[in-house]
């Protein structure tokens, strides 16, 4: 029995552009399997199939122009079960049995993006659901991220989704409706069961490629979104020989992107078919053949460290200059005020004159105050003036920003800086307390060390480090004079900032910090 496909309902899209038909006569799908890969010139989408079958014809081709109700294909008919298949009844169809016969009627409801704090138009990175996916309460649906931190939206109840509204590479905001969920009756509570009942699926492993060239038929079944294919196709990357780390085995595009800075590691057999040509992996022994070990899984803030500050250590050229500033009389000033500031309820350290040096510095050398766009060929130049400041948590480093710190005056900055400080501890702090950076300090002074390169916090250029300040003689003239010196350690993208440059800004700030009258300059 031949069964005809037709296009789904794509929301308000209308003769849309065919940009890849990931099947060919004769092959056999299941449902869910991707057919054809559509674009627009907002979004791209995959269509799948509504049921299993084998391809008897394909109607369409690269080039055509489809809308909802296009005829697509014909399958010849097979036992598996329908999953929104169109018709014209505008009904959807629910799966899983939400609206099964003899099943209690599912109701179809919108959800949104909760309240995520003063973001707005964050990014979605990870479309996580699928329709006809059953889900529960609490399971991830999609995942977003700002320049700072990455989060995802759980699902507000159980049921199957109807309808995804969202594709990776949008923006959305709270109230933004990601997807169509139905929910009550028999759905819900085959969701609950299903969570509770079956284990997490492992990802499987990407699909190999047999040697250099491109195997087309594995390309097709390649687990990957439309938009990702698009960018792997722009970076000339054969997604078979990706090693995917999405759910269910999709590639995502950080996969991508790793792929092509190095980061990311070849599929097993890609990799021995390019002769290990990727960047190298470093594999574990089994410890336990030494002795007594234990698996301690990382913090997510962790996670999120490593992978950023690998991307930024293969992506940025960095350089560190070292020198170091005379805060003789800085000190004297600073512990001639700390019982004032004590006695209005905060500490008042010496970071808050580093703060407002580096402010000095970025006005006098505005390179240190821009970022590099995406295309490596213009710099955006910043004219507002937000401090990172690296805090040490039980979590891990996280990077509160204080903003507007030209704004301030020292008792302001001492007292913002001890409530984000407590704040981080707590692990009480939003993604909105962490974006907006223009340039980071990172001090160990509280806890040693004589000095240290710091990783540059990208997308900004420059970093400064601090470590504990040291008593030494000094010659001034016929006279040895005891002073308190600072080290500074400041690295930078070479790719925006020069060594002259550097240097110079680096001798700025050791210019301002040796007189506490300089800030006022």
Not at 496 to 515: E, K, M, N, P, Q
Request: aromatic residues 4%.
């Amino acid at each position: 029995m031949s069964k005809e496909i037709f296009v789904p309902d794509i929301g308000d899209f209308s003769d849309v552009d065919v940009i890849e038909v990931l099947v060919n006569v004769g092959d056999t799908v299941s449902v869910d399997d991707a057919l054809l890969s559509l674009e627009s010139d907002k979004a791209s989408m995959d269509i799948p199939a509504p049921e299993g079958g084998v391809v008897k014809d394909i109607k369409v081709s690269v080039g055509d122009k489809v809308s909802e109700g296009t005829l697509i294909m014909v399958f010849e008919g097979s036992d598996e079960p329908s999953v929104n298949v169109a018709t014209d009844d505008a009904t959807p169809k629910v799966s899983g049995g939400a609206a099964a016969a003899g099943g209690a009627e599912a109701a179809i409801e919108d959800i949104h993006v909760p309240d995520i704090g003063d973001f707005d138009a964050v990014d979605v990175i990870e479309v996580l659901v699928h329709e006809g996916d059953t889900v529960a309460e609490e399971d991830s649906l999609i995942t977003l991220e700002s320049d700072k931190a990455s989060m995802d939206i759980p699902s507000p109840k159980a049921g199957v989704v109807q309808s995804v509204k969202v594709v990776v590479g949008d923006k959305v905001s709270e109230g933004s409706v990601i997807l169509s969920l139905a929910v009550g009756g028999d759905g819900a509570a085959a969701a609950s069961a299903a969570t509770a009942d079956e284990p997490a699926a492992a990802p499987a492993p990407a699909p190999a490629s047999a040697g250099p060239a491109v195997d087309s038929d594995a390309l097709k079944r390649v687990h990957a979104s439309p938009s990702v294919r698009r960018i792997a196709r722009e970076l000339q990357i054969d997604l078979t020989k990706l090693t995917a780390t999405g759910p269910h085995g999709r590639i995502t595009e950080q996969d991508v992107h790793d792929f092509k800075s190095g980061a990311g590691r070849y599929a097993p057999a890609a990799a021995a078919a390019e002769g290990g040509a990727a960047l190298p992996v470093i594999t574990q022994p089994d410890w336990s053949k030494f002795g007594e070990i234990s698996t301690v899984p990382m913090k997510r803030i962790q996670k999120l460290s490593a992978k950023h500050l690998h991307k930024v250590v293969l992506n940025v050229p960095q350089v560190t200059h070292f020198d170091e500033a005379d805060i003789t009389s800085l000190e004297a000033y600073r512990q001639s005020m700390k019982g004032r500031a004590k006695d209005m309820g905060f500490g008042f350290t010496p970071l808050v004159f580093m703060m407002k040096a580096v402010v000095s510095g970025l006005k006098e050398f505005p390179k240190f105050n821009s970022a590099m766009d995406d295309a490596g060929e213009n710099l955006i130049e910043r004219h507002f003036y937000n401090i990172g400041i690296a805090v040490d948590t039980p979590d891990g480093l996280v990077v509160p920003v204080i903003r507007d710190v030209d704004r301030k005056g020292l008792f302001d900055l001492a007292r913002e800086l001890g409530d984000v400080s407590k704040k981080a501890r707590e692990g009480q702090l939003t993604p909105a307390d962490m974006s907006g950076g223009c340039f980071t300090i990172s001090s160990l002074g509280g806890i040693g060390g004589t000095n240290f390169t710091p990783i540059v916090n990208a997308p900004e250029v420059g970093i400064l480090g601090l470590t504990r300040s040291q008593q030494r003689l000094v010659r001034r003239g016929d006279d040895i004079v005891d002073v308190l010196m600072q080290p500074l350690a400041v690295s930078y993208d070479h790719r925006v900032i020069d060594g002259a440059y550097a240097a110079r800004f680096v001798s700025h700030l050791a210019f301002i910090l040796s007189d506490v009258r300089n800030l006022s300059l």
